[in-house]
């Protein structure tokens, strides 16, 4: 009977094992998008037998065949061992080397039925091939399967090379510290986008996080915080969690994570803040500060008044840093940080005066410059050369410095001007920090508002550059500050898919991109992102909701979408839509006051959060408005925002909300014809944790022609500045007797600059303005 048995259990063994397996079949959705793609008929499958061949004589090349084969037999159960030499017959992959293709990390990838073919001028851009035919391969082969199935590919011929040299992704380590296993992951996945820089923010007030063997009390004292704190910054009381935190990378760890990124053709930056974001610094050894001390880490957001003090001392201590910085990073930039510098401890300091005075300079500006430059020759005399924030500009620019513009694209555009290599990454587009939904319905986060199509929307290049002046963009990267990212989970939640969008503009054609083909091919990575372990965010299949008005006609509609096809529904008396509420065929029309609600449903589940919209149709709804003093990009909803019908909240900042910076805000809204007028009122977002105040005066008037207008009255704000004011909405209103006017004139009166108790002081404040609801 045993022997009966065991001959049964041989026979289905070999039944299981002469199984056909299952051809599962990729796609050609690739992010980012090559620069010419040509499909063909038929596919390649890899079985068993699928050779693995690479150029004779050339290590490197041999080694990116070996990344390929093993990342199959990873997942197929395979044993692909590539080898030297040419292919012959067919079912093979070949990697070779031509040096007909012009650019560096450019590939060509040809895939037939017979065989595929992958050349470049580098290696690196046999890699970045592989990484090309990775995402035409299903997602599934991401993972084991389990099953006999074989994974094929479409036939295609591709031609394809980054539009930017520089594409590049930050990780500020300092507020919160991630571990090397994260690093390493994030640098995967980065790779997988073909992006090459990543950018490692090692120091700041909160934490010093590399190892530095002549200042070991960098790491002793530097690297951890006594507490940290909880909640929003600006937002209430401050509260601590009493927790001491920290971590720092051993410089053995380092060499490691640096290793492990080149052998994805990634080059690691690393970022050493000065003269600013040094309270860490400062705290290990604070004769390095103007000040006598003591100092503790920081333990709070923002900006220090603690800075490095321009010594000879304090300069042989960050060369003696940056020496054994640059022995761990083979980079040929290092970034010196340079921006948000506050000058008080200068302006006060006896030594600084003498030292302006010595050498000739005009103001704690010029001094700046000083600093940088007499850092920038150190860096200089090692073969590198210095990155450093647009601030960096202000007292005159060292003359080798490449500049990273972060606040907006002015800096880049003064570099460029003046010959400097500059990396664009303003925070308006690239600052992946920001909520990217609703923040009510979203984790806690720095504040401001990027969505993705708004990422994706982001041209590197200024308008205003000359064709020369252009050739000094070397690209742009995204940077994601940890103030309240925590934890891996949410930095990649925060990451991606915003970092994919910033991708494709930095490698793809810019002729070539569009947003709907960018959200036809994103769900295809999503789910690959998904097998792999990432967490990137859903919030690209939430319903997406637009109150627009009709130019001609001045009528009031919402047009609502979803990028995955769900059914939509929706109601117009507040309560909860459900799949039997009314379905959304088109754009509707909203004819008077409404509470709008909306919902998706995807196979009978609703998916993501509900769009909804408390409408106020008013007599100046849809009306032509025209601005006085123009808002400041890119705080520019569109002409009809202040109209529109939807009153800004606290929730509803990025699309609703209307910038002014540092500037009055002053708008006229034409009714079209004499109209009675008794209200009007004006909504404020005050956030100063955001830079964004209240107005110190609202002053309302009409005018029955547009040129002479009567005064109904000022409403002042006399807390606009103060300190340790909440968030919240301001609405200022008149009320009169009824007047006939045409023309309704609101002017807010901004606060300026930023008051000298917010850790931004000196710098330009946001007025945000919404509805102007006229009755």
């Known amino acids: 009977m045993n022997r009966q048995i065991a001959l049964l259990c041989i026979l289905l063994a070999g039944l299981t094992a002469c199984k056909k397996p299952v051809v599962i079949t990729g796609s050609s959705q690739i992010v980012p998008l090559p620069a010419r793609m040509d499909k063909k008929e038929g596919v390649f499958v890899f079985t068993p037998s699928t050779t693995f061949y690479a150029l004779e004589g050339n290590e490197e090349v041999l080694r990116v065949a070996n990344v390929f084969a093993a990342f199959l037999n990873k997942t197929s159960g395979y044993a692909y061992k590539p080898a030297y030499g040419r292919p012959q017959g067919k079912d093979y992959v070949f990697f070779q080397l031509d040096p007909q293709i012009t650019h560096a990390e450019g590939y060509r990838l040809t895939v037939r039925p017979e065989g595929i073919n992958i050349a470049a001028k580098t290696p690196a851009g046999l890699f970045y091939g592989f990484q090309t035919l990775r995402q035409m391969l299903p997602a599934a082969a991401e993972k084991p399967s389990g099953e006999a199935v074989q994974y094929a590919v479409p036939a295609i011929e591709i031609e394809d090379a980054p539009r930017f040299v520089h594409r590049g992704l930050m990780l500020d380590v300092s507020r919160h510290f991630f571990p090397v296993e994260f690093i390493k992951k994030y640098i995967d996945v980065l790779a997988l986008h073909k992006m090459n820089t990543f950018h490692w923010h090692l120091t700041d007030d909160q934490g010093w996080r590399i190892e530095i063997k002549k200042y070991p009390r960098l790491t002793e004292i530097g690297a951890f915080r006594n507490q940290t704190l909880i909640g929003k910054l600006g937002e209430g009381a401050e509260n601590y969690d009493k927790k001491r935190y920290g971590g720092f990378y051993t410089q053995d760890e380092i060499r490691e994570v640096v290793k492990y990124a080149q052998e994805r053709y990634v080059t690691i930056i690393p970022e050493i803040e000065m003269p600013g974001h040094a309270q860490a610094a400062l705290a290990s050894y604070p004769h390095l500060a103007c000040t006598e001390g003591p100092f503790e880490v920081a333990s709070k957001w923002g900006v220090s008044e603690e800075v490095f003090c321009p010594s000879d001392t304090t300069f042989q201590f960050l060369e003696d840093v940056l020496t054994e910085v640059m022995d761990l990073f083979p980079s040929r930039y290092i970034h010196i940080g340079g921006d948000e510098c506050p000058k008080k401890r200068w302006e006060e300091s006896a030594f600084c005066r003498q030292l302006m005075k010595q050498e000739g300079l005009r103001d704690a500006h010029e001094l700046q410059s000083y600093f940088i430059r007499r850092i920038e020759r150190f860096v200089n005399s090692k073969g590198r050369r210095i990155i450093g924030w647009d601030e960096i500009l202000e007292g005159g620019l060292a003359p080798d410095a490449t500049v990273m513009s972060w606040r907006g694209i002015g800096g880049g555009i003064a570099a460029a001007r003046q010959k400097h290599e500059v990396i664009m990454s303003p925070t308006s587009y690239l600052y992946i920090d920001y909520y990217q939904a609703n923040p009510e319905k979203e984790p806690l986060a720095i504040g401001g508002f990027l969505p993705l199509e708004k990422v994706y929307g982001y041209e590197p290049v200024p308008d205003s550059l000359t064709a020369e002046e252009a050739r000094y963009i070397l690209g742009a990267q995204a940077n ?76 009031l509609t919402v047009q609502l979408s979803t990028n995955n096809n769900a059914a939509i529904f929706y109601t117009l008396d507040g309560k909860e839509p459900s799949s039997s509420s009314t379905p959304y065929a088109g754009p509707v029309a909203i004819t008077q006051s409404v509470i709008f609600k909306a919902a998706a449903f995807n196979n009978g589940q609703l998916q993501g959060p509900l769009f909804e919209r408390n409408f106020l149709v008013h007599k100046a709804s849809g009306k032509k408005v025209s601005y006085l003093t123009p808002p400041k990009a890119p705080y520019t909803p569109g002409p009809y925002a202040l109209v529109d019908g939807v009153r800004g909240s606290l929730s509803l900042i990025g699309d609703v909300y209307t910038g002014f910076e540092g500037s009055d805000a002053d708008i006229v809204i034409d009714l079209g014809e004499l109209t009675p007028v008794k209200t009007i009122s004006v909504s404020f977002l005050h956030k100063p944790s955001d830079w964004i105040f209240m107005p110190a005066e609202v002053r309302f008037s009409v005018s029955a022609d547009g040129k002479s207008y009567t005064n109904l009255g000022e409403r002042p704000n006399p807390d606009a500045a103060e300190e340790g004011s909440d968030t919240q909405l301001r609405i200022s209103s008149v009320t009169v007797e009824p007047v006939e006017a045409r023309y309704v004139r609101v002017t807010a009166r901004s606060i300026g600059k930023l008051p000298a108790w917010h850790a931004g002081a000196g710098n330009k404040g946001w007025l945000f303005a919404d509805e102007i609801v006229v009755d």
Do not use: C
């Open 480 to 555: 994601l500050w940890t103030e309240y990212i925590a934890d891996g989970d949410y930095a990649e939640y925060m990451t991606y898919p915003r970092a994919s969008a910033v991708a494709e503009v930095v490698w793809s054609p810019a002729e070539q991109r569009s947003w709907s083909g960018f959200s036809s091919r994103l769900p295809a990575l999503l789910d690959r992102l998904h097998i792999i372990g990432v967490n990137a965010s859903p919030r690209f299949y939430d319903l997406k909701g637009e109150a627009l008005v009709d130019s001609a006609t001045g009528k």
